[in-house]
């Protein structure tokens, strides 16, 4: 991609409908009775991440190949990169952002900003705690899932375990959709 990275299709008026007002109001923490992990290594969490299944965003809809790019910024905080590709549009979009610890750096609780002052929480909330290949994700609410992995496919049986982990903490999992991978050219 040549230029200025190119931003998710309306995601300035997505984040402004949406987590514009859920700023004003305070909420990036995890949502009620959805824990954060604990003893988080954050540096293990660093590299690129498949979204496999996610909620419906306007901020996403329609996007294939979904991924994200987490590293260690040298003042202590998080970038994020943000791909994914528009296939009526045929080309990649591109969001990058920063994200901090809300507290100690072992609970996986995060603030991201993509474009200030608009703010989201980012919660992990199952983690593969032996190898870091797949994660579970939540933004402030309900309203935001994400299933990522490391390769752009997930085991069935881990998948599934997810699935209903989301279910038992209220997440609506039958609207759970799965991000196309391998549709979208090279970047």
């Keep these: 991609m040549t230029g200025a990275a190119r931003m998710f299709p309306g995601i300035r008026v997505a984040l402004l409908a949406t987590a514009g007002g859920l700023m004003l109001a305070g909420c990036t923490g995890a ?5 954060p992990v604990e003893g988080f290594d954050a540096d293990r969490y660093m590299g690129e991440w498949y979204s496999v299944k996610r909620l419906d965003h306007r901020f996403e809809r329609g996007l294939t ?13 998080v970038g994020v990169r943000n791909h994914g590709y528009d296939p009526d549009a045929g080309e990649w979009q591109e969001i990058e952002g920063t994200a901090r610890f809300q507290g100690e750096p072992e609970v996986a609780s995060l603030t991201v900003t993509f474009t200030w002052p608009i703010r989201g929480g980012y919660h992990v909330i199952a983690l593969d705690e032996a190898e870091y290949q797949w994660a579970m994700v939540s933004g402030p609410t309900r309203g935001y899932l994400w299933i990522l992995s490391r390769e752009p496919d997930l085991e069935q049986v881990v998948l599934d375990d997810l699935i209903q982990k989301a279910g038992a903490l209220g997440f609506e999992v039958e609207e759970l959709q799965r991000v196309e991978h391998g549709v979208a050219p090279s970047r």
Excluded at 31 to 35: F, I, L, R, T
Excluded at 69 to 74: D, K, M, Q
């Design 31 to 35: 949502p009620s009775g959805v824990d």
């Design 65 to 77: 190949d979904v991924s994200a790019e987490y590293w260690s910024r040298e003042d202590g905080r």
